[in-house]
């Protein structure tokens, strides 16, 4: 695989791919952080002398989480080697996910070549498996680090379970166990979901390597094997669920019911520019344009063979694809809740999204046969425009955009600031891992001053020391401390740490009993009085002890086996003795050759990669596409409405602009933060009439606008908050303004003011408008074209001396910058005024082909009679009119025909 040209190439194109890493710090995801301070815990511990630690001391602001003991480790032991290494923690994060880009993708190629694809084909399916939505997305958005590397290892399951089942070696079988270990050790979960796929997949190279015992037994052997060095984690994590919390991941905004997905989702196109949002929809979908590049490889179907390549294998291989991708669309469906609900720990997966990630290998493989089904003299155009569509696809997630995280060197008091700041306490959702005897949340605890201080906390509460007592620290290690105490009574001693299987108190070297206190759920132990040396230990159960020596006993025995099998040969160092002078030119001589006899299309995949990556074509392309700042898509108006330098308002959407009452209204805001935040502010929308009372008619209050605090907003985002304003049954029609602002959720009296002005809202430009039915008019009536009077609803009869009222309905032809008044005269057949009314009307707020309705109120008429209306506009005071449309000019008005009979 090394010494093929196509592998280099995609090498190449994955750079594309992995350029965003190059940039300082690491992307803003939504887990990126917790998985780098994962790594820091991790560190910290391989100083203190613990390879695989169970318990988490530094989490829960101090007080210890059994983290490692239900999460994998591989990934923080990645980071932590980097760390060892001497490198900084973003960087001790960024190579690992930089290899895993290029490890997931070689595996992808190998197996590609394992099936009879071409470089060319297997160029093109490990560049797609890289490329495939959710992975980028897992990358540079979500920054799911561990799930990141299950998926880029579970390529290589396959890859060595193939080798192992064609042939007999060892290697390949130790290997193929080896790497199925590493999955639940990576992500346990990602590992639950593999499981079918490499059963499955097991099956296939059966019905194509041939069905025997002997590969039967070599297939349950390797499981077997593999499941055996990962027991050591496996078993407590599935044993242990009990102790703690786990059921809250079956709850709420986890519960599975809740994240299916819909065909349009699954089969939709990725964002192809950066829209700016902070809160932008998941982009969960397989991608229309990988969906569409596979689609040729099914004429592996219909043809007995295709130029250059195996018929039968690779169409067991599209038959294969084509069914896991198919279960695993049916898994992300409404349609398999059943089979959510009856397999047992599946619920546990919390998102059937995650299938994605597992989807996107049998993609890449059929996008790759596809590149060997089209003809012969298609097949570099073909790769090309795979090649440019791939990456093409994946530029609206390949840059995130927003503020970098740059954490070089955090301390473990900077963890406690993000786990308060995030409410993450214990770098996990829900508190699911906390011990199942704490209730309630932690927010703090009494040793973040030691951590603030750099200083190892003691663990030991002096505040529980019966009084005379005194206490001298003898050693304080992370999950190990010693105490001489003096105790002039016996003591019920407290222990800054939360109780779990393993923790133990000695008095001088003898075990003593332990209780847990309620609801806090620390560990409290009884200490007799007199002078004694206390020991505060986490030790390993039995049982976990003994699964770590089978774990790494067969580990060790199947590397013991591997190592003698290898034959080793002397390489004769005089053979590989080379002059510098000499090496260049025959470097350069070999080189130019070769590329001389590389066919035209490879040539061009070449240059074209070099070129990109040279000239960073993506990011200037994501660049150019990137949506401004203050401008975002959608708004029906742009802003530039500062509240206190902290916030701007910087567009809206009403839709719609007109509603009846019992009805409801979206209004869209769009907010960008000047700076980061350190207050949580809630927004309210306050609804009043425009002409009146200034008391909120309705109004809709957001805890967390955006469903993001504020504090967490990035200045280099937008955040897109949703209102749903209902109006009251009640409400009267007409217009009304909208008012929006800010005040801190903690402290509600207190609201953000605007620069300049010092309000503490700001009123919408557009008004929203409440309808009421007003009957139409046969055919509208125009003035200036400017309004159209669309509906008048007048009683026939009326008596007189009494008030009495009418209903317009006008609807503003385009956006008016003047506010104009509206008159209704009430004249006799002589031409007479009996009755009229001039109301000023605020036109340059009416939204623009929205019917307005206007009551006009007018006085009583002052004898029986005939009467008709005539109905107009003017500017005041310059007493323009805006004359109505010639069909029904009789001055500057309208006369409406129907007759009023006052009695």
């Excluded at 613990?50 to 239900?70: E, S």
């Excluded at 008095?507 to 020991?535: F, I, M, Y």
Aim: contains cysteine.
């Amino acid at each position: 695989m090394l010494r093929e040209r196509g592998f280099w190439l995609m090498v190449l194109w994955l750079l594309l791919i992995g350029e965003p890493m190059t940039r300082p710090g690491l992307p803003p995801t939504e887990d990126g952080v917790i998985h780098a301070y994962r790594v820091l815990e991790m560190h910290r511990l391989w100083k203190a002398g613990i390879f695989y630690p169970r318990w988490t001391p530094d989490l829960v602001f101090g007080l210890g989480v059994p983290l490692f003991h239900f999460n994998g480790p591989l990934f923080p032991w990645l980071g932590a080697a980097g760390i060892w290494l001497g490198f900084p923690l973003e960087l001790g994060v960024k190579i690992p996910l930089a290899g895993l880009l290029i490890l997931g993708s070689a595996g992808v190629y190998g197996l590609a070549r394992l099936w009879g694809l071409s470089e060319r084909a297997a160029l093109i399916a490990g560049l797609a498996f890289a490329s495939a939505p959710f992975r980028i997305r897992e990358l540079y958005w979500q920054g799911d680090f561990p799930q990141y590397l299950a998926l880029s290892l579970l390529p290589w399951a396959m890859f060595a379970l193939h080798r192992a089942l064609r042939g007999s070696r060892w290697s390949w079988r130790f290997a193929a166990a080896g790497a199925i270990a590493l999955l639940p050790l990576s992500h346990n979960i990602s590992a639950m979901l593999s499981a079918p796929l490499l059963a499955g997949y097991t099956i296939g190279v059966l019905g194509v390597e041939g069905l025997s015992m002997r590969r039967l037994r070599m297939g349950l052997q390797i499981a077997a094997l593999g499941i055996g060095m990962a027991a050591f984690f496996v078993v407590p994590a599935i044993a242990d669920r009990p102790l703690v919390h786990l059921d809250r991941l079956l709850q709420g905004e986890y519960d599975f019911r809740k994240h299916f997905l819909d065909p349009g989702s699954l089969f939709s196109l990725p964002p192809l520019y950066d829209d700016r949002l902070g809160n932008r929809r998941l982009i969960l979908t397989l991608g229309l344009h990988q969906i569409l590049l596979a689609l040729p490889a099914a004429g592996w179907l219909v043809r007995r063979r295709c130029h250059g390549s195996e018929g039968h294998r690779q169409r067991v291989l599209v038959i294969g694809c084509g069914g896991a991708l198919a279960g695993m669309i049916w898994m992300m469906l409404p349609a398999s809740q059943p089979v959510w609900e009856r397999i047992p720990l599946l619920a546990y997966a919390e998102f059937p999204w995650r299938w994605l990630g597992l989807a996107a290998l049998p993609i890449a493989m059929m996008i790759g046969l596809a590149v060997d089904c089209v003809p012969h003299r298609w097949h570099g155009p073909w790769t090309l425009l795979t090649a440019g569509v791939l990456i093409g696809g994946s530029l609206g997630l390949l840059y995130n955009g927003g503020t970098p995280v740059r954490l070089l060197y955090p301390t473990l008091a900077d963890l406690h600031t993000y786990e308060r700041r995030h409410r993450y306490p214990g770098l996990i959702s829900v508190g699911e891992l906390l011990p199942r005897w704490v209730s309630g949340e932690i927010e703090g605890s009494p040793l973040e001053e030691a951590y603030r201080a750099g200083e190892e906390p003691m663990r030991l509460d002096p505040g529980s020391l019966p009084p005379g007592s005194t206490v001298q620290t003898i050693s304080r290690r992370a999950l190990d401390q010693q105490y001489l105490i003096y105790l002039p009574v016996s003591g019920d001693l407290r222990f800054y740490v939360l109780a779990f299987p393993g923790w133990t108190v000695r008095v001088d070297g003898r075990p003593v009993p332990t209780w847990v206190e309620a609801q806090a759920g620390w560990l409290r132990a009884e200490v007799p009085a007199g002078l004694h040396e206390v020991q505060l230990r986490f030790e390993p159960l039995l049982i976990w002890r003994l699964l770590e020596f089978f774990s790494a006993g067969l580990a060790i025995s199947g590397a013991w086996r591997l190592a003698f099998g290898i034959r080793f040969r002397s390489i004769r160092i005089s053979s590989v003795r080379v002059g510098l002078l000499r090496l260049i030119p025959s470097l350069v001589s070999r080189g130019w050759i070769a590329w001389r006899a590389w066919p035209v299309s490879e040539r061009a995949v070449l240059l074209l990669g070099s070129v990109a990556l040279l000239s960073q074509a993506p990011y200037r392309l994501w660049a150019w596409t990137r949506v401004p700042l203050d401008r975002p898509l959608g708004a029906q108006a742009h802003l530039r409405v500062d509240y206190a330098g902290q916030v701007r308002l910087v567009g809206y959407r009403m839709e719609p602009l007109g509603v009846a009452p019992g009805e409801q209204a979206r209004l869209i805001l769009w907010w960008r933060p000047l700076r980061m935040m350190e207050t949580q502010y809630s927004v309210y929308v306050h609804v009043y009439p425009l002409i009146g009372e200034p008391h909120p008619t309705f109004q809709s209050d957001h805890m967390h606008p955006a469903d993001v605090p504020t504090n967490a907003w990035d200045p280099e985002r937008m955040y897109q908050d949703v209102h749903f304003l209902r109006v009251p049954e009640g409400a009267e029609p007409g217009l009304y303004r909208i008012r929006v602002g800010l005040y801190e959720r903690l402290n509600p009296g207190r609201r953000l003011q605007l620069d300049g002005s010092g309000d503490d809202g700001f009123e919408l430009p557009l008004a929203l408008v409440i309808t009421r039915p007003v009957a139409p008019l046969a055919r509208p009536v125009t003035f200036g074209e400017k309004i159209h009077l669309v509906g008048l609803e007048a009683p026939l009869e009326v008596r007189a001396g009494v008030p009495w009222s009418i209903w317009l309905a006008f609807e503003a032809l385009n956006r008016l910058e003047t506010d104009y008044t509206v008159f209704v005269h009430v004249v006799d057949e002589e031409g007479r005024v009996g009755s009229q009314r001039d109301l000023w009307q605020p036109t340059s707020r009416w939204p623009t082909r929205v019917v307005v309705p206007v009551s006009v109120q007018l006085d009583g008429l002052p004898r029986p009679g005939r009467y008709t209306l005539r109905i107009g506009w003017y500017a005041w005071p310059e007493m323009t009119h805006l004359l109505p449309d010639s069909s029904a000019v009789s001055g500057p008005f309208y006369t409406h025909p129907v007759v009023i009979i006052a009695r």
